[in-house]
């Protein structure tokens, strides 16, 4: 028996991103229309943006039926509203990108045949970046930092961009967590999961939206909801210092007995407890990034909230935001 030709969306979070949205649309929507198979959709979610993003989105959603547009009450990050994205598809399979068209649309028929060929997860692997050198080489570190630590072994160098098979997008849609790393969350769902080859595009228009400030509470994200590493650090190097201490102890007593004398060195010890201070108040901060993460989830707030949705007859319900407004672009 032949297999239905799978309905595909493709998710896209944008923020500011009102002179890029055009060529958006339009490059996605040339690409789906060659692929078989259908209706295909376009789910973007306007995560808050203060621009005219939202004005150039719905213009297009009144020519276009495949574009259903999700606008978030505020700017909730970019896995937020990468979130919500999948939480709103319909499809057989999602193909999850930035609006940035850094992650080249022309790839979803190569991200389709290898789904097809079995595989549930297929995710893009970067083999080239066109962005500053510090840049890149803070991300080859990063991805190198992640894998020493975590659980669930994160391809290395790969983002967002890939294709998810609806049973992968269901359980990704039963996670609660309010921090997210949708890449780690992807690895750890497992089903078959394969990688492709892409050369990352510069920007179409306008500047990056991830400051170094998002990017790196985007690492500390991935880094303690995949790892209890630093916390395990923490009680290895405390056991350390207990034992070290415990060794320079047997030495005093035993040069008072022996030596008749007691161990000198006031700036050692001034150096040794200002350390040790240090120590202390960093793995504080440590802990207290995991209890912080704790409290935040103990809240049981949503993870984005719907202002309204636009070119969808009906809001797909999720149970993670308030009741969205619908705006039938089309009537």
Known sequence: MIAPLPRVSVAIPVFNEADGVAELLRRVGDTLRAVPGGPHEIVIVNDGSGDDTLARLAQHALTDDRVVIVSLSRNFGHQAALTAALDHVTGDVAIVMDGDLQDPPEL?????????????????????????????????????????????????????????????VDQLRRMPEHHRFLRGMRTWV??????????RDERHTGTSKFTFRKLLGLAFDGIFAFSIVPIRAAALLGALVISLSALFGGY???????????????TALTLLITFLSGVQLFFLGVIGEYVGRVYEQSKGRPIYVVDQIIGRDAPVDTGRGSSPRIAAARR
């Open 108 to 168: 979803i028929p190569d991200l389709l045949a290898l789904h097809a060929s079995g595989h549930d997860v297929v995710y893009a692997r970067r083999s080239s970046r066109k962005e500053p050198w510090w840049l890149r080489a803070s991300y080859f570190l990063f991805y190198r930092l992640l894998d020493r630590l975590s659980t669930v072994r994160v391809p290395l160098d790969s983002g967002d961009f890939g294709l998810l098979s609806r049973r992968v």
């Open 190 to 199: 497992g089903f078959r999961q394969t990688a492709i080859a892409v050369d």
């Open 252 to 266: 005093a007593v035993w040069a008072k007995l022996f030596m008749h004398e007691s161990p000198r060195g006031f």
